[in-house]
């Protein structure tokens, strides 16, 4: 073959590629006007059975010398390029999504405003255990000017037989603890039907992290008016985290907290690795709040600090801790939690790192 011949051939193609992603383009459109009737009309984007047929077709009509292997291979990547741009059309109008909302959401806590710029520490036990116990951690929080308290009631656990929480008679004690000492309280619910009980003891719902593609969980958190703390999953990506966001919020509840409570990685030395990325793409991506449990994430008390100040460092909104008056005796995460010295020393070595702002946890006098 001469060159000249080798020239024209390639001339060919050129033109050939040209009216391929002029036509590519055209179905492209096509895809996307489908896409907003299938928004419309409430159907899933994603079609197998129209896949199918449409490749059927396409091998009855094959002509080669592509064998049908190839011809679906290749038709399969458009149909999948093509339900993504439907997908990201999607993506765009998601409620939690910056671009349907620029300015951060505030939650107003009792007069502690989360997500205005000003980082906020939350603290408390795992489990509540006793009105002894919470009392006195609630005393130690409010002593370091803090407004926000923890503590489990249900507990979620990895195994049946570990204490399982105190259920409503602990969220009456960390009502009456929240009361008198002028604090708010956020405690896990693990089931749809208590979400109307909980309005009545808690200040914020907590979703936790293995529930938190718990679909008819996250709907019925949607459909009260409670705020809503929300933990990323073990496993979860930032996308199926921002999605679990999406089903309260699109239920009419808009007063939802994201936190970052590490991730399951191969690594051991940690109990689970603080994704701390996640935090500026999260921050980049939705309009919530961000929270990062330095706690779960670490299972480690003597990183807290560092990670604590990496967290704010990266944009976060506030920290979580966990926080007992005698963690050796604790009924769960007897090893990761703090006692009140060691909280005191924390706070003072945090406020001393200035990332904590100004006019934000004035030191209460004793
Ligand atoms: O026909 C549709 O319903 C489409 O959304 C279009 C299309 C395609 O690319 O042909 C895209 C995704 C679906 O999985 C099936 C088909």
Same mark, same amino acid.
């Given at each position: 073959?001469?060159?000249?011949?080798?020239?024209?051939?390639?001339?060919?193609?050129?033109?050939?590629?040209?009216?391929?992603?002029?036509?590519?383009?055209?179905?492209?459109?096509?895809?996307?006007?489908?896409?907003?009737?299938? @928004?419309?009309?409430?159907?899933?984007?994603?079609?197998?059975?129209?896949?199918?047929?449409?490749?059927?077709?396409?091998?009855?009509?094959?002509?080669?010398?592509?064998?049908?292997?190839?011809?679906?291979?290749?038709?399969?990547?458009?149909?999948?390029?093509?339900?993504?741009?439907?997908?990201?059309?999607?993506? @765009?109008?998601?409620?939690?999504?910056?671009?349907?909302?620029?300015?951060?959401?505030?939650?107003?806590?009792?007069?502690?405003?989360?997500?205005?710029?000003?980082?906020?520490?939350?603290?408390?036990?795992?489990?509540?255990?006793?009105?002894?116990?919470?009392?006195?951690?609630?005393?130690?929080? @409010?002593?370091?000017?803090?407004?926000?308290?923890?503590?489990?009631?249900?507990?979620?656990?990895?195994?049946?037989?570990?204490?399982?929480?105190?259920?409503?008679?602990?969220?009456?004690?960390?009502?009456?603890?929240?009361?008198?000492?002028?604090?708010?309280?956020?405690?896990?619910?693990?089931?749809?039907?208590?979400?109307?009980?909980?309005?009545?003891?808690?200040?914020?719902?907590?979703?936790?992290?293995?529930?938190?593609?718990?679909?008819?969980?996250? @709907?019925?958190?949607?459909?009260?008016?409670?705020?809503?703390?929300?933990?990323?999953?073990?496993?979860?990506?930032?996308?199926?985290?921002?999605?679990?966001?999406?089903?309260?919020?699109?239920?009419?509840?808009?007063?939802?907290?994201?936190?970052?409570?590490?991730?399951?990685?191969?690594?051991?030395?940690?109990?689970?690795?603080?994704?701390?990325?996640?935090?500026?793409?999260?921050?980049?991506?939705?309009?919530?709040?961000?929270?990062?449990?330095?706690?779960?994430?670490?299972?480690?008390?003597?990183?807290?600090?560092?990670?604590?100040?990496?967290?704010?460092?990266?944009?976060?909104?506030?920290?979580?801790?966990?926080?007992?008056?005698?963690?050796?005796?604790?009924?769960?995460?007897?090893?990761?939690?703090?006692?009140?010295?060691?909280?005191?020393?924390?706070?003072?070595?945090?406020?001393?790192?200035?990332?904590?702002?100004?006019?934000?946890?004035?030191?209460?006098?004793?």
């Amino acid at each position: 073959m001469s060159e000249h011949e080798l020239d024209g051939l390639r001339r060919k193609l050129d033109e050939i590629n040209l009216q391929l992603l002029q036509l590519l383009n055209r179905r492209a459109t096509l895809v996307q006007e489908i896409g907003e009737i299938k @928004k419309k009309q409430g159907i899933n984007k994603f079609d197998p059975e129209r896949e199918q047929d449409m490749l059927n077709q396409l091998v009855k009509q094959n002509q080669g010398p592509f064998d049908d292997q190839t011809v679906r291979y290749l038709f399969k990547q458009i149909f999948k390029a093509s339900l993504d741009l439907q997908i990201d059309e999607q993506k @765009k109008t998601l409620l939690v999504s910056r671009k349907e909302q620029a300015e951060n959401t505030v939650i107003n806590l009792g007069g502690t405003h989360i997500g205005n710029g000003t980082p906020h520490v939350i603290a408390g036990p795992c489990s509540v255990e006793s009105e002894e116990q919470v009392f006195a951690v609630a005393r130690a929080l @409010k002593e370091q000017g803090l407004t926000l308290m923890r503590g489990g009631a249900f507990k979620p656990r990895t195994s049946p037989y570990d204490f399982q929480g105190l259920g409503e008679e602990g969220l009456k004690i960390l009502r009456r603890a929240a009361d008198e000492f002028g604090l708010q309280v956020i405690s896990e619910i693990v089931n749809p039907a208590d979400m109307e009980m909980a309005e009545r003891y808690v200040d914020v719902i907590q979703i936790g992290a293995r529930n938190m593609q718990n679909f008819e969980l996250l @709907k019925a958190a949607g459909s009260v008016r409670t705020p809503v703390l929300l933990k990323r999953g073990l496993s979860a990506t930032i996308e199926e985290f921002l999605f679990a966001a999406e089903y309260i919020v699109s239920r009419g509840n808009s007063q939802v907290m994201l936190c970052e409570r590490g991730i399951r990685t191969y690594e051991k030395w940690t109990r689970n690795t603080l994704d701390i990325s996640a935090v500026p793409i999260l921050k980049n991506e939705s309009h919530l709040p961000v929270f990062v449990d330095i706690t779960h994430s670490t299972g480690r008390r003597d990183i807290l600090l560092p990670c604590a100040k990496a967290a704010l460092a990266a944009g976060a909104d506030g920290i979580m801790l966990e926080v007992h008056p005698n963690p050796a005796v604790a009924l769960s995460d007897a090893k990761q939690q703090i006692d009140i010295p060691s909280f005191e020393t924390f706070m003072k070595d945090l406020r001393a790192s200035n990332l904590l702002g100004n006019g934000n946890l004035v030191l209460e006098r004793r």
